[in-house]
């Protein structure tokens, strides 16, 4: 039999993950499209992918929260509940944009990408606006991935990374725009993630080691 253990301080993790967000929705096959490169960090391979964008700075981390619904089932002969099913599931995935572009906005007001246009640079600016939308109007659904610090050896956590991925993402709750004196502007943001139609799965958590130095 293995011998006792207090833990294991190398499976602790602290430090902050990079945020993508990606122009469509994923399914499944998410590494088949976007492929691990063993001498890099993902974040790396997704960088130089047009089809997705590093959102920059965030605040307050990167919360995953996953919120099962259980009914209940009562009977004469127990005063508590005799059986509990599972009825229902939500994942979220909660952060703050700290780079108060309008770019980082759209992502968080979940618009389309039309509705942003312009080039800051010029007169007449970058603008986005801000639309209603339609009655009937389907939402903007978009995959995310964080890349962030893994489990593992502390000589080599510098190539261990753990990989979060949201197949489709929608940002589904109230988002502020201040400008204010003595705190920053930033995007408060909470996305629900949807089960892709093939899998039925949410997305995937990966941990994994590259040799890039």
């Known amino acids: 039999m293995p011998a006792y253990t207090r833990g294991t301080s190398n499976n602790i993790i602290v430090g902050a993950a990079a945020f993508f967000i990606c122009d469509t929705t994923l399914d499944a096959d998410v590494f088949t499209d976007y492929p691990f490169v063993s001498t890099e960090s993902y974040k790396s391979t997704l960088s130089a992918n047009s089809f997705w964008t590093n959102v920059g700075y965030t605040m307050n981390g990167l919360e995953m929260q996953f919120q099962p619904d259980f009914g209940e089932v009562a009977v004469d002969q127990v005063l508590d509940v005799a059986k509990l099913y599972k009825q229902g599931m939500q ?123």
């Open 91 to 213: 994942v979220n995935v909660a952060t703050a944009f700290a780079e108060a572009t309008l770019e980082n906005l759209l992502y968080a007001l979940a618009f389309a990408d039309d509705q942003l246009t312009g080039t800051k640079s010029t007169s007449a600016g970058r603008r986005l606006n801000l639309s209603a939308g339609e009655l009937g109007e389907c939402p903007v659904e978009r995959a995310i991935a964080a890349v962030g610090p893994g489990t593992g050896d502390c000589d080599s956590s510098g190539n261990v990374e753990r990989i979060y991925v949201g197949y489709r993402a929608l940002s589904i709750e109230n988002v502020t725009v201040s400008a204010k004196r003595d705190e920053p502007s930033m995007f408060e943001v909470s996305f629900r993630l949807l089960p892709e139609d093939t899998s039925g799965a949410y997305g995937k958590i990966v941990d994994r080691t590259h040799t890039a130095s």
